[in-house]
């Protein structure tokens, strides 16, 4: 392992400091679960290196929208488009004509 404080690999955008940790492949394959777990409390990247050239990176997974959040940027986008929307019809199971195979759809 080794922290350097050179300029970071990573675009700006995910770069969160200008000192970073990097491990050699050899490394990182042998302590895996470890850096995943440290990505994870930290949110700081790991740098994987090849003979000293940064190849990869490990990066938090950024947390997931909330379905409230999709929702509501669907409908935004729906009436921005002048898509009408109608949640009843939304939720209305198809019929056989709709599905084409004469089964019903339902569970």
């Given at each position: 392992?080794?922290?350097?404080?050179v300029?970071?690999p990573l675009?700006a955008?995910?770069?969160h400091s200008?000192?970073y940790?990097s491990?050699s492949t050899?490394?990182a394959?042998?302590r895996?679960?470890?850096l995943i777990?440290?990505?994870?409390?930290?949110g700081?990247?790991?740098i994987?290196?090849?003979?000293g050239k940064?190849?990869?990176?490990?990066?938090p997974?950024?947390?997931?929208?909330?379905?409230e959040?999709?929702?509501a940027?669907?409908?935004q986008?729906?009436?921005?488009?002048?898509?009408?929307y109608?949640?009843?019809?939304?939720?209305e199971p198809?019929?056989a004509?709709a599905?084409g195979d004469?089964s019903?759809?339902?569970?």
């Amino acid at each position: 392992m080794s922290t350097s404080t050179v300029p970071s690999p990573l675009p700006a955008h995910t770069a969160h400091s200008s000192t970073y940790t990097s491990y050699s492949t050899y490394e990182a394959k042998a302590r895996l679960s470890s850096l995943i777990a440290q990505v994870e409390r930290s949110g700081e990247p790991i740098i994987i290196t090849r003979h000293g050239k940064a190849v990869a990176r490990l990066i938090p997974e950024p947390p997931a929208p909330e379905p409230e959040e999709v929702l509501a940027q669907m409908r935004q986008q729906a009436q921005e488009q002048r898509i009408a929307y109608d949640w009843q019809a939304v939720n209305e199971p198809l019929d056989a004509e709709a599905w084409g195979d004469g089964s019903t759809g339902a569970p």
